[in-house]
Nanobody, 126 residues
Framework: QVQFVESGGGLVQPGGSLRLSCAAS??????????IGWFRQAPGKEREAVSC????????YYTDSVKGRFTISRDNAKHTVYLQMNSLKPEDTAVYYC?????????????????WGKGTLVTVSS
């Protein structure tokens, strides 16, 4: 079965950086067709897609608010997907969830995700 172990969340000052990690199991990162990425949900707001990466060609998606600041990557040997977050802003504060959709073509939509992690809290505050 598909499972995730998320880590890297915490408290950081505005302008700081964090790297989230999602260790995945239950599917083959370099063989299966999928989109894997990160969603976030801030207090009182709906869950939104932040960034995804596709298995087939490593194409990426970023929501407009994080472009130029966040970078998604993966290490197939370590079965891990990362989200490097730089120049963090208070509005980035949210619970961040790792998720995967096992479909072809891949989709980075909330409804297209089949499995979800428990989430890790990121708080950006001075």
């Amino acid at each position: 079965q598909v499972q995730f172990v998320e880590s890297g969340g915490g408290l950081v000052q505005p302008g700081g950086s964090l790297r989230l990690s999602c260790a995945a199991s239950g599917f083959t990162l370099d063989l299966d067709y999928y989109a894997i990425g990160w969603f976030r949900q801030a207090p009182g707001k709906e869950r939104e897609a932040v960034s995804c990466i596709a298995s087939s060609d490593s194409s990426t998606y970023y929501t407009d608010s994080v472009k130029g600041r966040f970078t998604i990557s993966r290490d197939n040997a370590k079965h891990t997907v990362y989200l490097q977050m730089n120049s963090l802003k208070p509005e980035d504060t949210a619970v961040y969830y790792c998720a995967v959709g096992l479909s072809n073509p891949p989709s980075c939509s909330r409804g297209g995700m089949d499995y979800w992690g428990k989430g890790t809290l990121v708080t950006v505050s001075s």
